[in-house]
């Protein structure tokens, strides 16, 4: 039924970009907010940023303000995330998420690593 499927993870260098995409289906996606977090090995898991429904107002973690920046496309069923000026302390698993109350609905991730 509900399903968010994250991509356009990879290996990246320092100071360098990508590019995230989650795919969503099974639900009435303009409906709700989503969220990206991440997590990387022996660490907790991390919120990166949200973005509402309606109005689409964006918010993120103070460790990625000013570099990463989150969107939707309703009509695609999508939600992005851009990533510039990657460090190597964003290297981790980056998982997209949204709730149905009180259900947590969430996707299979994908791996971005920094590393010169």
């Known amino acids: 039924q509900v399903q968010l499927v994250e991509s356009g993870g990879g290996l990246v260098q320092p100071g360098g970009s990508l590019r995230l995409s989650c795919a969503a289906s099974g639900f009435t996606f303009s409906r709700y907010g989503m969220q990206w977090y991440r997590q990387a090995p022996g660490k907790e898991r991390e919120w990166v940023a949200s973005i509402e429904s309606n109005p689409n107002t964006t918010r993120y973690g103070d460790s990625v303000k000013g570099r990463f920046t989150i969107s939707r496309d309703n009509a695609k069923n999508t939600m992005y995330l851009q990533m510039d000026s990657l460090k190597y302390e964003d290297t981790a698993v980056y998982y997209c998420?949204?709730?149905?109350?009180?259900?947590?609905?969430w996707g299979q991730g994908t791996q971005v690593t920094v590393s010169s």
């Open positions: 998420t949204f709730r149905i109350w009180p259900t947590d609905y």
